[in-house]
């Protein structure tokens, strides 16, 4: 009897004390934070989902920049590897041939398209070089020919081929040789009626350059997907983008957890610290 009331004593004592006090505050400290925590997250895979509904109905935006490039751009997906298989077979069937881990991958397609008129203003004319004519024989020739196109310092095209060329005297007029006076005259062609046959033009080389910058950038609160360069008729035709949201940092309040290990406790019943060795219910303040 006088036991139970011992204890009964001791449990009254504790719920009594500033210690269940201090408790039940951090408790409701821990509890709050926690909450937080998670309303944060269901926010930002929330915005997160939001992200990727516009990524899936975005079309390409076309815009001039201050320094005269061309840009395309569109909105990005931000997933793990597993969800973008629901939403982007093509992209995740590409991050799956990468070795490693895929922070961000970016896939696009460009189209370089020029007219008549664009090359016109580019052709480098002092540098356009047709070379001697190489004869094979009497009537057939190879001539060599380079064309550069030169944009700016780092954006260019440089053509090199060569074409087969065939003479033919379609109409010989020859006229009667005869002496008169001293001097024979020949026989004489009209050379006006010579033909030009191309035999054929094949390209031997081509070195092209482009400068070109992609990547992903935030416009507010988007992921967006970029692309741009200087090159003349540079188009894009298809732009994807796909990042992995970033991993947890070093925060406060990270959660609950079960362990197994040695704990330190204090016994209310015979009032000493003692040690619990078992499984254990805890709660991680801080993470890193």
């Given at each position: 009897m006088e036991t139970i009331k011992k204890i009964f004593k001791t449990i009254w004592s504790f719920l009594n004390s500033k210690f269940l006090g201090y408790g039940i505050a951090l408790i409701l400290i821990v509890f709050i934070a926690q909450t937080c925590s998670n309303l944060n997250k269901a926010k930002q895979d929330a915005a997160d989902a939001h992200q990727n509904i516009i990524a899936l109905t975005d079309t390409l935006h076309k815009e001039k920049l201050k320094t005269g490039e061309l840009q395309f751009s569109i909105a990005g997906y931000i997933s793990s590897v597993e969800d973008l298989k629901n939403v982007n077979k093509g992209l995740y069937d590409e991050v799956e041939k990468q070795k490693g881990t895929v922070i961000n991958l970016n896939r696009l397609t460009i189209l370089l398209q020029q007219d008549k008129e664009d090359l016109a203003k580019y052709i480098d004319s002092l540098k356009m070089i047709i070379n001697q004519p190489i004869k094979i024989n009497d009537t057939t020739y190879i001539v060599p020919?380079?064309?550069?196109?030169?944009?700016?310092?780092?954006?260019?095209?440089?053509?090199?081929?060569?074409?087969?060329?065939?003479?033919?005297?379609?109409?010989?007029?020859?006229?009667?040789?005869?002496?008169?006076?001293?001097?024979?005259?020949?026989?004489?062609?009209?050379?006006?009626?010579?033909?030009?046959?191309?035999?054929?033009?094949?390209?031997?080389?081509?070195?092209?350059?482009?400068?070109?910058?992609?990547?992903?950038?935030?416009?507010?609160?988007?992921?967006?997907?970029?692309a741009n360069s200087k090159y003349p008729g540079f188009k894009v035709v298809n732009l994807e983008g796909f990042t992995v949201p970033e991993p947890p940092r070093k925060h406060w309040f990270t959660g609950f957890s079960v362990n197994f290990g040695i704990t330190p406790t204090y016994d209310f019943v015979s009032k000493k610290t003692i040690m619990v060795v078992g499984p254990s219910f805890g709660y991680t303040i801080f993470s890193w």
């Open positions: 020919w380079t064309l550069p196109f030169t944009y700016d310092s780092t954006n260019y095209d440089i053509w090199s081929g060569q074409t087969k060329v065939g003479l033919t005297l379609s109409k010989i007029a020859p006229k009667t040789v005869f002496l008169r006076g001293n001097t024979l005259e020949l026989p004489k062609f009209d050379f006006s009626q010579i033909a030009v046959i191309n035999l054929g033009t094949e390209m031997i080389s081509r070195e092209t350059q482009i400068e070109l910058t992609y990547g992903q950038k935030y416009v507010k609160g988007k992921l967006v997907v970029f």
